[in-house]
């Protein structure tokens, strides 16, 4: 990606996440898990590492659908 338009790419995506577009969402979370998961293992064990990266990206997802009034369901 040219990195001149990933600024304004990322703040396309985090206005899109704030609304609940969950494409984006699965775009940013296979974008940005292994980054989170290997800053985490850095200081954590690999399965807590994973573990934590899993819990906190369903909390992410809960928390925008909240935000957004929608279910987890949809």
Same mark, same amino acid.
């Given at each position: %990606?040219?990195?001149?338009? &990933?600024?304004?790419?990322?703040? #396309?995506?985090? *206005?899109? /996440?704030?609304?609940? =577009?969950?494409? +984006?969402?699965?775009?940013?979370?296979?974008?940005?898990?292994?980054? %989170?998961?290997?800053?985490? &293992?850095?200081?954590?064990?690999? #399965?807590?590492? *994973?573990? /934590?990266?899993?819990? =906190?990206?369903? +909390?992410?997802?809960?928390?925008?659908?909240?935000?957004?009034?929608?279910?987890?369901?949809?």
């Amino acid at each position: %990606m040219d990195t001149a338009t &990933r600024p304004e790419t990322e703040r #396309s995506q985090i *206005n899109n /996440l704030k609304q609940g =577009d969950s494409a +984006v969402y699965h775009i940013a979370m296979r974008q940005y898990s292994p980054g %989170m998961s290997a800053v985490s &293992r850095f200081y954590l064990d690999h #399965s807590v590492a *994973n573990a /934590l990266c899993r819990i =906190d990206a369903r +909390v992410s997802e809960a928390r925008s659908a909240t935000q957004s009034g929608k279910s987890n369901d949809e």
